[in-house]
């Protein structure tokens, strides 16, 4: 060993601060001493691999050899003599600690300890190090020997990382098949695994409940005896072999398609190739239950195509079979078909008075006998509301489509018990024949569906077949329709004016305003030729709004110019006018315009509008008459004639309908009719106007009959104002 540099003198050396108090003050040591065999030691030592050291208790390095300067890193004595054994270690505390234990009872002690090199490297060692006194100068000196554990520290480290890396792996990896046993088991869809060589490798729960399997049959059941039991409950067994043939022989695949069960179930069925790499292992299938989804599908294109009430084919569906039906006609000679367009006749009164439930009922059975009364390859269906059409197919003629018609008139003829009520019904038919050469399905519905109207306007409970003339009138009817709403924008509307005479006086008593329409194209309209449209499309309300104001108008100017004349205006109220709302309110404000009294208007209003809704009419009624309004009731006798609710109604008079008029005299029937008419107004102590008078005999026989006011050709046409005018100056 070297021999570390002597101490100048033997005093007392100092304690290292860091274990000074924890270990006692030693006496100042003295120099090894000499050994027998000093030299023979020393080389030993020498040669060691292992690091071997002396320090003394202020970690002064006193002796070392070559492998202990190796460890540090150092290349001399002189080097090492710098260096102070506590600043060689990482954890100086520890060798503080291991120290106390040495210098307790002198023992060999092993120690892991990490060492800073001066170059900044670390290296691990074990330090088998014990204390001994020096005999000489009895200081307490620490020998050691260091094996340089390093390489094996860092190889067990490895293992260590290594295994905990396979621990993370496993651990990971059976997380994952867990997670993947409980995707598997969790999923809605039927799983199954088939290996390379054609093995159930496994599947999920599910797909053994779809199936109604066995769990054993995974690993004991090959692809071809599974697909064999499965094929069994396909309605398409066969199909499903050959697709897991086609399979076989093109692995690579990947299909998709639909299968349907005998029970009535429909999966959906996923295959695609199990890869590992580039390898197929094998093929995953996967199943999925739809069967309620198929379900509800159906429900919905079912709905889309048919009446939510009745079932029966709508409007889209049933225009799609009539395209299909043109078609084919055109395509074939010897095809013909008929369209027969139904509206139930009277069916709001059910509505209305039953309720919209028996409504709904009368509906679903009519759309029964309906169906009954087809042939096998006609349809019917239900186009809205109280409407239906049939389609019927291949006829030979027109008269196959009135046959059909008949029985259906006469099965809908036939009671509807209804919930305990019976209900009486019929239905207008318009019949539309394929031989017109119809390009679209809507012209051939509309043809039919002006059949329909003509056969409802000529009394109902009828069928009318469709001709060009109905069309011709059906365009006419929807220009008039267009030139009347322009009408009302450009002023077109004129008033005459037909004088009411009195029998016993002789004086004009007032007029009845009569409204013309002045077309610029045709001339000269008379209300027959307009005012059915008018009403059907409600511009009858504002044509009637414009009558009454100018009426007001005019009568308020010839009562100024001829003030001792008293005259009253009558003006026709129509029903539906007279069932507007604001009808008293709306008279109220014309009157107060024109300063008008309200005893000079005489509201004319037909039986029909006011027995509709009795009690509504009578609540109208004595709302114009607490204005001072009169009211005269029109057409008496062609109409609804309750007399029942004559007597509760506050009329002024009645007026005799020019149709009794016209044929008084001849055979003495309507000349009963009239005195009728007038005996019973004077009971109810009301006026009589005998209107369409036109010739003498007439009027000698309405003066019999003690009829006294009057209005006809016989004493003056209408008049356009300026001639009322002329007409009244003369008999001022």
């Not at 670390?122 to 001994?132: A, E, G, N, Y």
């Not at 009520?421 to 039919?448: C, W």
């Not at 509709?612 to 004639?641: C, H, K, M, Q, W």
């Not at 046409?717 to 005018?725: D, G, I, K, N």
Request: glycine fraction near 6%; charge should be negative; hydrophobic fraction near 40%.
């Amino acid at each position: 060993m070297v021999s570390p540099p002597q101490p100048e003198s033997s005093a007392t050396e100092p304690v290292h601060p860091q274990i000074a108090g924890r270990i006692g003050g030693a006496s100042p040591p003295a120099r090894l001493r000499s050994l027998t065999d000093a030299e023979t030691l020393k080389a030993l030592v020498g040669n060691l691999r292992e690091g071997v050291y002396v320090t003394n208790l202020q970690g002064e390095i006193l002796d070392a050899n070559t492998a202990f300067l190796d460890m540090l890193g150092v290349t001399s004595l002189a080097e090492l003599s710098r260096i102070n054994a506590f600043d060689i270690f990482v954890d100086p505390e520890q060798r503080v600690r291991e120290l106390e234990l040495l210098r307790q009872d002198g023992a060999v002690r092993e120690f892991e300890i990490e060492i800073r090199r001066p170059d900044g490297g670390r290296r691990t060692v074990l330090d088998s190090c014990t204390s001994v006194r020096d005999i000489d100068s009895e200081e307490l000196l620490f020998h050691g020997v260091l094996v340089d554990i390093t390489e094996r520290k860092l190889s067990e480290r490895a293992r260590e990382e290594s295994q905990a890396s396979l621990e993370r792996s496993t651990a990971e990896l059976q997380r994952a098949l867990s997670l993947l046993s409980t995707t598997l088991e969790s999923t809605a869809d039927g799983i199954l695994v088939i290996d390379a060589s054609g093995r159930v490798e496994t599947c999920n729960r599910k797909f053994l409940e779809m199936w109604r399997l066995p769990e054993e049959l995974v690993g004991t059941t090959d692809q071809d005896g599974l697909v064999g039991v499965m094929a069994e409950q396909l309605k398409d067994g066969d199909a499903t072999q050959r697709r897991v043939k086609e399979l076989e022989t093109n692995p690579e695949l990947e299909t998709y398609d639909e299968i349907e069960l005998k029970d009535g179930r429909v999966f959906e069925r996923y295959s695609i190739p199990q890869r590992q790499g580039g390898t197929i292992m094998g093929r995953v299938w996967s199943y999925r239950d739809v069967t309620a989804r198929k379900s509800a599908e159906m429900r919905l294109v079912h709905d889309a195509f048919h009446d939510a009430l009745t079932n029966l084919p709508n409007r889209a569906l049933f225009t799609d079979l009539l395209a299909r039906s043109i078609g084919r006609a055109k395509r074939r000679d010897d095809y013909a078909f008929a369209l027969l367009f139904l509206d139930i006749d009277r069916f709001k009164v059910v509505n209305d008075s039953l309720g919209h439930l028996i409504g709904d009922h009368l509906l679903v059975a009519i759309a029964r006998r309906l169906e009954r009364c087809l042939r096998p390859g006609d349809t019917v269906a239900r186009l809205g509301g109280d409407e239906f059409t049939v389609l019927l197919d291949d006829i030979i003629d027109v008269s196959d489509a009135t046959r059909i018609a008949d029985r259906i008139q006469r099965e809908l003829n036939l009671p509807f018990n209804l919930s305990g009520q019976e209900v009486f019904t019929s239905a207008s038919i318009g019949i539309a024949l394929s031989t017109s050469n119809y390009e679209r399905p809507d012209d051939l519905l509309r043809d039919a569906d002006i059949a329909m109207y003509r056969a409802k306007a000529l009394g109902k409970q009828r069928y009318e077949v469709f001709d060009s003339a109905m069309h011709a009138k059906a365009v006419s009817q929807l220009q008039l329709e267009t030139d009347l709403r322009r009408a009302l924008d450009r002023e077109e509307f004129r008033i005459h004016y037909q004088p009411i005479f009195s029998l016993i006086s002789g004086k004009v008593l007032g007029f009845e305003a009569l409204v013309r329409w002045q077309h610029p194209q045709r001339g000269t309209i008379l209300p027959d030729e307009f005012v059915q449209v008018a009403e059907e499309t409600g511009l009858i309300v504002l044509i009637g709004r414009v009558v009454l104001r100018e009426a007001c108008r005019q009568l308020r100017e010839w009562q100024v110019q001829f003030p001792h004349q008293t005259l009253t205006i009558s003006v026709n109220i129509s029903a539906k006018q007279f069932r507007q709302p604001d009808l008293v309110d709306h008279i109220s404000r014309v009157l107060t315009a024109w300063d008008l009294d309200p005893r000079s208007l005489r509201l004319e209003i037909t039986e029909s509008a006011i027995i509709e809704n009795a009690p509504a009419a009578i609540e109208a009624l004595a709302r114009l008459r607490a204005l001072g309004i009169l009211v005269d009731l029109d057409d008496f006798g062609t109409g609804y004639s309750s007399l029942g609710y004559l007597h509760r109604f506050d009329i002024d008079a009645l007026k005799i309908d020019r149709s009794f008029v016209s044929n008084i005299g001849e055979g003495g029937e309507n000349s009963e009719i009239v005195r009728t008419i007038v005996n019973l107004a004077r009971g109810l102590d009301m006026d009589v106007i005998a209107e369409g008078v036109e010739r003498p005999e007439q009027l000698a026989i309405l003066r019999s009959l003690g009829c006294e006011k009057v209005q006809g050709f016989l004493f003056s046409p209408p008049l356009a104002t300026e001639s009322v005018r002329a007409l009244l100056k003369a008999r001022v």
